[in-house]
């Protein structure tokens, strides 16, 4: 095996100026091994007031949003809307391998410095714009939140009951982080494309276009409705023809997820039955109940509420850990939903050093990330460094690496340039 000493995309450098709905893309390539430069506005990115806050002490020095999606990123402050800005912009283009931006569509055009106008600087530059709808089409002008293109792709109508509004899934910029994910593999297609050709060119990724992605192979065709069996469920029940079924059951320190199935193969409840029946938790109805039934799906409310009552006892007799035990050794279907507090104990997770510890000097803290998507080889997906503080390496790149001097770094500062 290699020496694990450099990444894969180690030598390569990125021009990061989206804002949430690619910081993603930036940090899979920085965790890749790219020099990922976040570029800014003087006064720090908005997406630096998302929280939630560390300690909840909002501040743009402290999102918990911001270090997670910017971390392996080095940061400047850049305003490209003045002259002087777009000049120095044009000067890191040269050295640049990728430009990832989320602006409206036309808006980088209108200061010059649109791909067209890149790529004569730069033959190679590969620029990954996402924009909420894309550059052509009757939406293109209309701007979006992750909520909006969430419901628009397609994803909220299979959320919640079928006889009520749809309702929300996620609670963070979920359709965001598939742009930005997306963002990124088009970028490596891109530089697969180069290394054939030696030219780089534009990558054209919707918000919208990732939602609807998702949302028909996630769940296609006419049959995927919401409250559907096997679908999203609303607290934690979801209707299987005749009877509404629990598929989410609180247990002694938190919720399992399991739905009785009869002899249904993907959700089998005889396993269940005779973990329950071990410790006295069945009662004569269980114990004669055929579970072969054909119509175990239509069968009515009144019969399924008493299969259900006492496994709702036997599941709030037990732990996660020990229902996820017994689990195993019963071969049931059946798991537990963790909290972030299992997730950073889970054994498996710590077996395959998932969880990276980072230091804060400016906060005096080390603070737990989850770590590299996959594990390679070769070469390894690490996380290099925190998030960025606002122009935190200004100095360090427009000084050291394009020759500014300290006091021109100041008359640009005064000016509002950086």
Not at 82 to 108: C, H, M, N, Q, W
Not at 291 to 316: G, L, Y
Not at 349 to 372: C, K, N, S
Request: charged share 25%.
């Amino acid at each position: 095996m290699a020496e694990q000493s450099e990444s894969m995309l180690s030598g390569y450098r990125v021009l990061d100026l989206t804002d949430e709905k690619g910081l993603l893309c930036g940090k899979i390539l920085g965790d890749l091994g790219a020099d990922v430069i976040k570029v800014e506005r003087p006064e720090g990115d908005a997406a630096r007031h998302i929280g939630p806050f560390y300690h909840n002490e909002p501040h743009p020095e402290r999102s918990l949003f911001w270090f997670a999606m910017n971390t392996s990123k080095r940061g400047i402050t850049l305003n490209i809307e003045t002259i002087d800005g777009r000049e120095i912009f044009k000067k890191l283009v040269k050295k640049a391998d990728f430009v990832i931006e989320s602006f409206a569509p036309g808006y980088l055009n209108k200061l010059g410095l649109g791909y067209k106008a890149l790529e004569k600087i730069n033959p190679a530059v590969i620029m990954v714009s996402i924009t909420p709808y894309g550059p052509t089409g009757p939406y293109k002008d209309w701007k979006t939140s992750d909520i909006v293109a969430w419901a628009m792709g397609g994803e909220m109508n299979l959320v919640g009951d079928a006889d009520r509004p749809p309702i929300r899934m996620s609670g963070h910029s979920q359709v965001f982080l598939q742009s930005g994910s997306d963002g990124a593999m088009g970028a490596l297609a891109a530089l697969w494309g180069r290394w054939s050709t030696g030219q780089g060119q534009q990558v054209d990724v919707s918000v919208l276009d990732s939602a609807a992605y998702s949302s028909i192979y996630y769940n296609p065709g006419p049959w995927a409705r919401r409250g559907g069996a096997g679908l999203f469920m609303k607290r934690g029940v979801a209707r299987q023809g005749g009877h509404r079924t629990t598929n989410i059951y609180r247990c002694k320190d938190g919720w399992v997820c399991y739905s009785h199935g009869g002899s249904n193969r993907l959700s089998p409840s005889l396993p269940l039955i005779k973990w329950m029946e071990a410790e006295g938790f069945t009662n004569d109805f269980l114990k004669n109940f055929d579970w072969d039934r054909p119509d175990f799906a239509t069968m009515p409310q009144e019969e399924m509420d008493q299969v259900e009552e006492p496994t709702s006892r036997f599941f709030m007799s037990k732990t996660k850990a020990e229902l996820l035990e017994g689990c195993v050794k019963y071969q049931i279907m059946m798991y537990p939903c963790a909290t972030a507090a299992d997730m950073l104990e889970n054994p498996q997770l710590a077996a395959r050093g998932f969880w990276v510890r980072l230091e804060h000097p400016e906060l005096h803290d080390t603070i737990t990330y989850a770590g590299a998507f996959g594990s390679f080889s070769e070469a390894p997906i690490r996380i290099t460094r925190r998030a960025p503080l606002i122009g935190e390496h200004n100095e360090e790149i427009y000084g050291d690496e394009l020759g500014i001097s300290k006091e021109k770094l100041l008359t640009l500062k005064q000016a509002g340039v950086i």
